[in-house]
Structures are given as structure tokens and as C-alpha cells.
């Protein structure tokens, strides 16, 4: 049994671990676990605790894979739903889909027992307030929210505010190889942004003969690179978890346009090796 989080899993590491150790299935401990960081606001970058795009509405992203079966299940920029990691399981279970975003994601909360939250802290409501009127002319404040947005992504678009997705991975008690993810994503992003943490590939992949992987920071690069899944396809042609992580990272830093920034690659191999590598 092997569980492998990033620093943001601590309000729910140890429920996953003690819910793998009874022998649950990986996905049932990993999405347990993910629940209370996704109510925690010490987590600043998941569920309640996250940040609000360019219009103070918080949009999140969470995506989950059985390794044994290859299923997925996904939401992207879902308003008014804070356990977005259990919806992600629920489109998988009962969807013929993988992916469900924005307002169809939310009814089918709805429609799955899910309460309507209210997911903007106000601590983060205070925040992107401060900021929007220290980036905005007072005329465009006024107009606020009825100018064009696109100017202000760069100005305003905060990657350093997100650093981390919470991001799972584990090996439980029967050998199978799972992975979720969960994030409110890059603070002050373009409404309607999904980054990789619902993209399976991107930022999440699962093989339970082979290995895991999955990443957090910049989703804009590992979308473009398939990142997740180059590790796990790798390890299936027959790299070792080290080679794998270097061939992902190697394409990463054949980027050379767009935009550019830091990835972390957490990645597992069935054998219960793990590494974490950091890609600046
Ligand atoms: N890796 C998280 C994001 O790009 O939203």
C-alpha cells in the first residue's frame, strides 16, 4: 500500500492512509482525504480556502482515474460545489462521459445529492477586491465587470498565487493504481479556464500495471505536453520511473513559446518507487 500527496494533502493525508489501510479502494480513501482539504481554508489553492477568477466567482477543477479499469472522471470551472473530487467520481460512476464543466457540471451535482455552497471565502472575496482596484483605472472599476477582460490576463492573471492542486496517488490494497486531483487553479484566471487538473493525461494519469502520475503548477505546459501520461507511457514501454519523469521533463523544456513557468511531476511506479521532480 503506498499513498503519495503533495504538501497541500496534509488536512486529509492521514484519512487516506488509515481508510487504505482497512483495505478501501483507492479512490474511496483518496476522494475521503481530498473532502477535508477541499473544506479547509488553510489550503489556499483547493475548494473553500481557493481564489476566484478575474470575476470573483470561484470556478474549480478536479479530476480522478481507476488505474485498474482506465475510467476517468472529470469537472472543469464548476460554480457553487466544493467536494469537486466527488463529483468527479460521480460523473465516472453514473455518466457515460468523462468530463462535465460549468453549469451542466453543477446541475448534475445537483441531481446527485450535492448541496449548492456558496464557495468564495470571504478572506479571498477581501483579496481580489484589493487587487482589482489596485490594477484597474477608476473608470474601468466603475465599468467593472463590463470591460474586456483579455488586457488584463497578464496583469492581473496571479500563477504565483496557485502553486499547488492538490494532487493524490496510490497504490492500495489489492495492487490497484489510482490518482485524483482537485483545485480552485490560477488565481484571477479567465473565467471559464480549465487547467490540467481535470485534463486526464495532463495532469493525472493512472495505469495499475505500470504507474501514476500526476502535476501541479503550470497546467497551461503540461496540457501541452500530455504530461502525465507520457510518465505512465513510458514506464509501459519499459522505462524505469527515473527515465520516465526525465523524457516528461525533457518536453517540457522543449516549450520555448507561450506561456512558461514551473511543473511539478509526483509519479509512482507499480513497484511502490516514487519521486517528485520539480521542472523549472
Ligand atoms: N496545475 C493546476 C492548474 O494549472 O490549474
New binding site residues.
Given amino acids: 500500500m503506498l499513498l503519495l500527496a503533495n504538501v497541500e494533502a496534509y488536512p486529509g493525508f492521514e484519512t487516506s492512509v488509515d481508510l487504505l489501510k482497512q483495505g478501501r479502494h483507492g479512490l474511496d480513501a483518496m476522494i475521503a482525504g481530498i473532502s477535508l482539504v477541499e473544506k479547509d481554508v488553510r489550503v489556499r489553492s483547493v475548494g473553500y480556502g481557493g481564489w476566484p477568477n478575474m470575476l470573483g466567482q470561484m470556478e474549480l ?1 478536479a479530476g480522478v482515474m481507476d488505474g485498474t479499469t482506465r475510467e476517468v472522471g472529470a469537472v472543469g470551472a464548476v460554480p457553487d460545489t466544493i467536494p469537486v473530487a466527488a463529483l468527479a467520481r460521480e460523473v465516472m460512476k453514473k455518466l457515460p462521459h468523462v468530463m462535465l464543466t460549468g453549469a451542466g457540471a453543477r446541475r448534475f451535482a445537483t441531481e446527485s445529492g450535492f448541496s449548492l455552497d456558496d464557495p468564495l471565502y470571504p478572506d479571498s472575496a477581501r483579496v481580489w477586491r484589493e487587487r482589482l482596484e489596485r490594477e484597474l483605472s477608476p473608470d474601468e472599476l466603475a465599468r467593472f465587470p463590463n470591460i474586456p477582460l483579455a488586457p488584463l490576463s497578464k496583469a492581473i492573471t496571479d500563477p504565483e498565487r ?1 502553486r499547488d ?1 492538490t494532487v493524490f496517488l496510490c497504490q492500495d490494497a489489492s495492487g490497484g493504481i489510482h490518482a485524483a486531483t482537485s ?1 480552485s ?2 488565481g484571477w484566471k479567465y473565467p471559464g479556464r480549465l ?3 481535470p485534463i486526464p493525461g495532463a ?1 493525472f494519469y493512472a495505469d495499475s500495471r505500470y504507474g501514476a502520475a500526476a ?6 505546459m ?1 496540457i501541452r505536453c500530455s504530461t502525465a501520461r507520457t510518465v505512465v507511457l513510458a514506464m509501459k514501454l519499459g522505462r524505469s520511473l527515473s527515465d520516465a519523469i526525465k523524457i516528461a521533463v525533457e518536453e517540457l523544456a522543449e516549450l520555448t513559446e507561450g506561456f512558461l513557468a514551473g511543473v511539478v511531476i509526483h509519479a509512482m511506479d507499480a513497484s511502490g518507487n516514487h519521486e517528485v521532480v520539480n521542472f523549472r
Fill in positions: 477543477d496557485v492542486t483545485t487553479g490560477w487547467g490540467d487538473s495532469g502535476c501541479t503548477h503550470t497546467g497551461e503540461t
